[in-house]
């Protein structure tokens, strides 16, 4: 079974967070690492208040260097060629997209290694 985790951006200090989603009765979106406790009333989290935007989900593949790639991610075949990791709605898949190309399934390649994301690095789609 593949490991279900989230990736965000923090609203106010621009930190990524990857864990666990929260999303309260207001419909603000937290994400946290594992919880820790520390003693009978005591619990330690990393906590992340984060950009609804920018919410993605671990793809649950790593790339060629055992970086976990997320949906938002922008990969880079053996060809030089860069893709952006999506997820379909429609075929219920997360799936590669490009200026030429897009619906490419994804399929575990050891050829593919994230460089960036679509939200600090939307250029590297532009090249």
Same mark, same amino acid.
């Given at each position: 079974?593949?490991?279900? #985790? *989230?990736?965000?951006?923090?609203?106010?200090?621009?930190?990524? !967070?990857?864990?666990?989603?929260?999303?309260? *009765?207001?419909?603000?979106?937290? =994400?946290?690492?594992?919880?820790?406790? =520390?003693?009978?009333?005591?619990?330690?989290?990393?906590?992340? *208040?984060?950009?609804?935007?920018?919410?993605? @989900?671990?793809?649950? =593949? #790593?790339?060629? &260097?055992?970086?976990?790639?997320?949906?938002?991610?922008?990969?880079?075949?053996?060809?030089? &060629?860069?893709?952006?990791? !999506?997820? &379909?709605?429609?075929?219920? @898949? *997360? @799936?590669?997209?490009?200026?030429?190309?897009?619906?490419?399934?994804?399929?575990?390649?050891?050829?593919?290694?994230?460089?960036?994301?679509?939200?600090?690095? #939307?250029?590297?789609?532009?090249?």
């Amino acid at each position: 079974m593949r490991e279900i #985790k *989230f990736r965000g951006k923090d609203r106010e200090t621009s930190e990524w !967070y990857d864990g666990s989603l929260l999303k309260t *009765f207001d419909g603000s979106l937290y =994400i946290y690492d594992s919880a820790k406790i =520390i003693d009978e009333y005591t619990v330690s989290m990393s906590l992340g *208040f984060v950009d609804k935007d920018t919410v993605g @989900q671990y793809i649950g =593949i #790593k790339d060629k &260097n055992g970086k976990e790639i997320y949906e938002g991610d922008i990969v880079v075949d053996s060809k030089g &060629n860069c893709y952006k990791v !999506y997820y &379909n709605e429609h075929w219920k @898949q *997360f @799936q590669l997209s490009s200026k030429w190309e897009t619906c490419l399934e994804i399929i575990g390649s050891p050829e593919m290694e994230v460089i960036g994301n679509i939200y600090d690095n #939307k250029e590297l789609l532009e090249e």
